[in-house]
């Protein structure tokens, strides 16, 4: 079954000419099943980007998903034009406003992993959002920052600076295989990650409530459940393009930043080279297994949810 985006959101036609199933938004209201709703709060600057990167994910399941769109209320997009952003996206003000509820959420990260939580000019209203969650979705995404952030909310587990950048394409192990997130993974996988900071395992284990799923050697945990609050916390990219690292790293080198050449990433860590994609398969299980667990528990009435 496909996704549901407007016609003229540029991910549906990114989409369709890749493959995956896009439907309109009145040929989905003919459909004779309800369509999981799913939300993307998106915080990162490249708006147009992240919205392709998260519809491939969520697109390539067999069910019907509908997408909408969510800002912070009061932050503008400085990277987007305010046009795309008035068409497609709704203020989280506005859905709290409504009532609605929602089948999944997706809270992406953004780069301010440079300050403390509280100094983030909508930290306030993101804990609201959090909290939100709680009686209006079923289950809640929270991706690198934003899953931090999340972690920290809900259980006090503290961010830590890295004296380098984590940057590159990193080995995981499967820390529970018997998880239905992780069905069908390998044992051992690659991840991209790009990140200042990191939360440590040892903090995370004194949170009773978090049980780690993915994790690796050189960057740390990577993926947390919190069934509890109905959501999973993951802190590195398995959303990532495959050229999204190449973009920043070429930014930053044109920039003349400091910047390692991402390792693991291009054949023979070569940056003249072509990068090759080595996580795609797992992004698209992980993603795939958190719809499945969606429909599987989500009540048919979205007004159930919370309740």
């Not at 040929?27 to 998106?42: C, F, G, H, S």
């Amino acid at each position: 079954m496909p996704i549901t985006l407007p016609e003229t959101l540029p991910a549906y036609n990114i989409l369709n000419q890749e493959g995956v199933m896009v439907m309109s938004p009145g040929r989905a209201e003919t459909q004779d099943i309800r369509p999981l709703r799913i939300a993307l709060l998106n915080l990162m600057p490249k708006k147009i980007q992240t919205e392709n990167q998260f519809a491939r994910l969520i697109g390539a399941t067999p069910l019907q998903i509908h997408l909408d769109l969510i800002r912070m209320t009061d932050h503008a997009a400085k990277n987007t034009a305010a046009e795309h952003m008035e068409e497609f996206y709704r203020p989280f003000a506005d859905v709290a406003a409504t009532g609605e509820k929602y089948d999944g959420l997706i809270i992406t990260g953004a780069p301010i992993e440079h300050l403390p939580f509280e100094e983030v000019t909508y930290w306030d209203e993101l804990r609201e959002v959090f909290d939100w969650t709680q009686g209006h979705v079923q289950s809640t995404f929270g991706v690198c920052w934003g899953g931090m952030a999340m972690a920290y909310h809900f259980h006090g587990v503290k961010k830590h600076m890295l004296d380098r950048k984590a940057f590159g394409c990193f080995r995981h192990r499967n820390c529970a295989p018997a998880s239905p997130y992780l069905r069908g993974f390998s044992d051992d996988l690659l991840i991209p990650v790009s990140r200042w900071t990191e939360m440590r395992q040892s903090e995370i284990d004194a949170a009773p409530k978090l049980r780690t799923l993915l994790a690796s050697d050189e960057v740390g945990p990577c993926l947390l459940e919190d069934a509890d609050h109905r959501a999973l916390y993951i802190f590195n990219h398995f959303e990532y393009d495959s050229c999204t690292l190449k973009e920043e790293y070429d930014r930053d080198a044109a920039a003349g930043k400091t910047i390692n050449v991402p390792v693991n990433y291009y054949p023979g860590d070569d940056p003249t080279k072509t990068p090759l994609n080595r996580w795609r398969s797992h992004a698209h299980l992980l993603y795939g297994n958190w719809i499945n667990e969606i429909y599987q528990s989500t009540p048919y009435d979205l007004m159930q949810i919370g309740v």
